[in-house]
């Protein structure tokens, strides 16, 4: 059934059938993976279904790309497991409301483009190492707390049913989309895990042996936390760590729906909702999150293009909090287990080991070392600044050898040099090694037709190669420079000594 009224956009068809499935289907799918990911970070499992009704609902209702889905992601909470551990749930509150000012302000100030200078390498590494932080957290399930505190492995029966419970799981979500894609696999997983569990009285870990669920409304509350500088130091590395996190997998979720749909949707709109989404969650109660990439892609493949499905889906998960909290401590952790383990095994980017030999080796050393930083310091922001760094300083590399110089004197025995490439920092050296101000004649000319000056460095060495020849009693000239470079030159004129020649022109027809 198809109407012309749309939610936000009256000049836009809607499919109000597709909107309503594609909602219940993405609710299903949020709940088991934000309850694991809370579970994960040592947080009540109502924690993470906040986060997936409020992200959900804010950034269905303003954000800039309809169709994509937020909740309570694992990429965010994973970077926040050391200061719940050290500082409490408090200090999370406070820094995932400051992550979301951040984020508000990236959006406000138009910055959400940058997200494209992150190179593929980097983004292979960052999902891979966030793969192997999710899968070996599921294996920390496998432990349980005694009556004294210690912490022990699952011994005899309990660890085979553990073990069990879970390899059905995975089994089921693995097989049945070969079935039917019509109902979430891991919907089905958790369902049929549970009905065994309770129809043969299995004895196993629940949810509710984590933590109990209180099915209320998110209620406003003011982070318990000391308002001094000395709490700002705690919580702001962790703020920019989420915010970056946040919006690198929002923002590349965006771009993935945009090329799905053949839409253009508003990073900085998005960055402003995702900001606002996590204040919301800081002050009542959730842990925040980002775009979702599996729940996003489970929502478009059901038929949805506009906003009604992430509203749909996030107040669906708000009617499950406050009349489903009994069901859902009793369900098996088997079954979360086995469902993340998949998500883990689904994230991991395995076409980047396909195609190992196929990259360039310093992309290879940028994919492991993102990785490698994502999976020992859990700080994902920093192994993605870390790995743009370095392709940064890759590609500086490559272009600084491609500078070359061909040498001709004409009949009137000036000298010609014809420059390629890019003329910038990393190249000035090879770039004034070519030139010989005591043996070349009294005029040289630089053609830079085919070259640009790029920076600092590169006016700086014009200067010193100007004065060079200057010094021998020669005039260095420079030839076709383009606009921009004129500029640069004329900007910094107080501090450099260079002869721009003017450009000669010709005319093939008279003006009339």
Known sequence: MKNTISLFDFSKKINYKNELLAGFTVAMTMIPESLSFAILAGLSPLTGLYAA????????????????????????????????????????????????????????????????????????????????????????????TDSSGAVNWLQGMPLYIMAG???????????????????????????IVFAVVLGFNIPTKTVADIAHISGNLPSFHIPEIPFSLETLQIILPYALIMAGVGLIESLLTLSMVDEITNTKGSANKESVAQGLANITNGFFGGMGGCAMVAQTLVNLNAGSRARLSGIIASLLILIIILCGAPVIEKIPMAALVGVMMMVAISTFQWVSIRIVNKMPKSDIFVGVTVALITVILHNLALAVLIGVIISALVFAWDNAKRIRARKHVDENGVKYYEIYG???????????????????????????????????????????????????????????????????????????????????????????
């Open 53 to 144: 009704f409020m992200m959900g609902l804010v950034t269905a209702v303003l954000g800039g790309r309809p169709g994509m889905v937020s909740g309570g992601a694992g990429a965010t909470i994973v970077v926040l497991i050391a200061l719940i551990q050290s500082h409490g749930i408090e200090y999370l509150f406070a820094t995932v409301a400051l992550a979301g000012i951040l984020q508000m302000t990236v959006g406000i100030f138009k910055l959400g483009k940058f997200v494209r200078l992150i190179p593929q390498p980097v983004m292979y590494g960052f999902l891979n190492g966030l793969a192997i932080i999710i899968f070996m957290a599921q294996v920390e399930q496998f432990k349980i």
């Open 165 to 191: 419970l879970t390899a059905l799981t995975i089994a089921i979500v693995y097989f049945f989309p070969k079935i039917t894609k019509v109902v979430p696999a891991s919907l089905v997983a958790i369902i």
């Open 422 to 512: 890019p003329l910038f920092f990393g190249s000035v050296t090879a770039f004034t090694d070519k030139f010989d101000p005591m043996n070349d004649p009294d005029q040289v000319i630089i053609d830079f037709k085919e070259s640009r000056i790029v920076d600092m460095s590169a006016i700086d060495a014009l200067d010193k190669l100007s004065k060079r020849y200057k010094q021998n009693h020669k005039t260095l000239h420079l030839r076709h420079l383009s606009e921009d470079c004129r500029k640069i030159l004329k900007n910094a004129e107080a501090v450099v000594e260079v002869n721009i020649q003017d450009d000669p022109t010709y005319k093939v027809m008279p003006e009339k």
